[in-house]
């Protein structure tokens, strides 16, 4: 195994495969460097000394400054170097890409859920929305009601646990309790057995509808009308106080506008002008039951796999996700794309630095403008409140090497492969180009992910280098390690292990092969990911401007 990396040949700086310590002589290009210090496994250290403001490249692209001597074969840290990123401009060349061997891969087929739109999705669920926060109570309600009575309920392992523990107490047996020690058990997903074709109900609890502005009212309405259009979900019952910003109407605009022959059942309580609360979640209830009944008539059948969307994500990132799981699902969305598919990559913090290659990479001059267009203003309006792109590495990022935006940016641009950029969209604009599309939306993963859902995204492979479960409610999310400690240690999270690309045991491409035959099971519905067995349904609509 190599204990270091140059990842580009424009690099001034070699990244650690596993921990060096101080004194060991590296061995790069006919030159020896010296470690001067201990350098952690993911930390970078430069080829020959640099100066104050002198240039760290890595990834073929700058990523920082120099603010005080730093030695080759020092660590750079957030002590030594600072971000910098260049600037970008209108689009200034043609881009050619050379695409993968997917002959193999032709005649190839998923088992999806066809709707009448033309979308196929890779499950089948009924949404239950509240259209404001007043609702989340009586939406919990139904909730309660639903999963226990059709058995979609998450496996009540720690409720007996704490059955045994008031067990022991009553028998006054207090040492009992302090070497309690419960056995080990395996979550396994849950199959209803009264709607066989049904995967679940889902509940998209959330804090918003009113009280904050009209447009953040109208950008949940426009995402919650991206996941009802979502060709992974049947049909939604909707719960609506009456009197909220958050009106049925914003939402049944904001669907047809989607889809002006949009006709998937719609069923709408308001609770102010109901008889009583009690008989409308009861007509609720009975009618959402009438719909599964419908829903459950659908079946999957074949699907080419240009119908497969994919979302790329990364949350809880390390110094290995640009090297290893980053780039595999890169070449994975290359392979869907020259199938005619459609890949979906957000986090546009997480884009600073590298956004000159992105707009060459965009087939239309337009397409190119709209990108610079909504960057320049999301830095603005950050930069507005006190904060910047700058900001957005966290200390856990910073720990395990990732110690500036840029050098995290650059890293986590490799989800979006090398394939031409077909259409940039705005937050909550839906998918309607295949290709690969660019999202706007925050580095925060779990709004990232709800938004790459919510634009159409029926899987996602979400990379994660320190470990993290989000999930999402109706698309089934693939957990990515980029090391295999993570993967061992975190099995119950981990789906797909990359480490064997940092160990040198296997190739990018042929990991990215790997995970594409994965995502063909889930896709299926032969396998469930991580997230779903553990019930991760994590949703969370952004309110512009206020994160990262």
């Known amino acids: 195994m190599n204990t270091y990396l140059q990842i580009h040949p424009k690099d001034n700086v070699l990244v650690a495969l596993q921990d060096l310590p101080a004194g060991q002589q590296i061995q790069f290009n006919g030159s020896t460097v010296q470690l001067k210090q201990n350098v952690p496994a993911k930390h970078k250290f430069p080829l020959k000394s640099l100066q104050p403001g002198d240039s760290v490249v890595m990834y073929g692209v700058l990523v920082g400054k120099a603010v005080s001597p730093i030695q080759e074969g020092e660590p750079i840290t957030v002590n030594n170097v600072h971000h910098d990123a260049n600037a970008f401009h209108e689009k200034d060349g043609n881009y050619q890409w050379h695409q993968p061997d997917v002959s193999?891969?032709?005649?190839?087929?998923?088992?999806?859920?066809?709707?009448?739109?033309g979308q196929v999705g890779t499950r089948n669920y009924w949404l239950v929305i509240p259209m404001v926060f007043c609702e989340n109570r009586n939406v919990g309600v139904i909730k309660t009601a639903f999963e226990k009575g059709l058995g979609f309920a998450p496996t009540e392992v720690y409720n007996e646990q704490v059955n045994d523990l008031v067990r022991l107490y009553k028998s006054g047996d207090l040492d009992a309790i302090k070497n309690y020690a419960p056995e080990t058990i395996t979550h396994s997903s849950n199959r209803n057995p009264v709607f066989q074709n049904i995967?679940?109900?889902?509940?998209?609890?959330?804090?918003?509808?009113c009280g904050g502005t009209?447009?953040?009212?109208?950008?949940?309405?426009?995402?919650?009308?991206?996941?009802?259009?979502h060709p992974n979900v049947a049909g939604a019952t909707i719960l609506s106080l009456g009197c909220q910003h958050a009106q049925v109407s914003i939402l049944q605009a904001a669907l047809k506008k989607l889809d002006p022959e949009f006709d998937k059942p719609l069923l709408v309580y308001e609770q102010q002008t109901s008889d009583s609360e009690f008989r409308m979640l009861s007509n609720a209830i009975k009618d959402t039951f009438l719909a599964l009944v419908e829903a459950n008539k659908i079946e999957r059948k074949p699907a080419p796999l240009s119908k497969v969307v994919i979302g790329l994500e990364c949350g809880g990132s390390d110094g290995f996700s640009g090297i290893s799981a980053n780039p595999a699902i890169g070449h994975t969305s290359d392979m869907l794309i020259a199938l005619g598919g459609t890949s979906i990559l957000s986090e546009f913090p997480e884009l600073c630095g590298v956004e000159q290659e992105l707009i060459n990479r965009c087939e239309?001059?337009?397409?190119?403008?709209?990108?610079?267009?909504?960057?320049?203003?999301?830095a603005n309006s950050a930069e507005a409140v006190g904060s910047g792109f700058d900001m957005n590495p966290s200390p856990g990022n910073i720990k395990d090497g990732?110690?500036?935006?840029?050098?995290?940016s650059a890293g986590a641009a490799k989800k979006g492969g090398n394939s031409p950029v077909t259409d940039v969209l705005d937050y909550t604009e839906y998918v309607k180009r295949p290709g690969l599309n660019l999202l706007c939306t925050p580095g925060n993963d779990v709004e990232s992910t709800s938004a790459e859902v919510g634009s159409g995204a029926s899987v996602v492979l979400f990379t994660t280098g320190l470990g993290t479960p989000t999930g999402n409610p109706i698309a089934p999310v693939v957990k990515l390690a980029t090391n295999s400690r993570l993967a061992k240690r975190m099995p119950d999270i981990i789906d797909i292990d990359t480490g064997s690309i940092i160990s040198g045991a296997k190739s990018i491409e042929a990991m990215g092969e790997d995970i594409l035959e994965y995502v063909v099971k889930v896709a299926s519905g032969e396998i469930f990911t991580k997230a779903e067995i553990l019930h991760q349904d994590d949703f969370i609509p952004w309110k512009r401007g206020v994160s990262l």
């Not at 995967?199 to 509808?209: A, V």
């Not at 990108?371 to 203003?377: E, K, T």
């Open 214 to 229: 009209r447009q953040d009212s109208d950008a949940l309405c426009a995402l919650l009308a991206g996941y009802i259009h």
């Open 402 to 408: 990732l110690i500036t935006d840029a050098i995290k």
């Open 364 to 378: 239309k001059e337009e397409t190119a403008d709209k990108f610079i267009s909504i960057m320049r203003a999301y």
């Open 199 to 209: 995967d679940g109900i889902k509940f998209l609890i959330h804090e918003g509808g």
């Open 104 to 117: 193999h891969w032709k005649n190839r087929t998923f088992n999806g859920f066809h709707r009448k739109d």
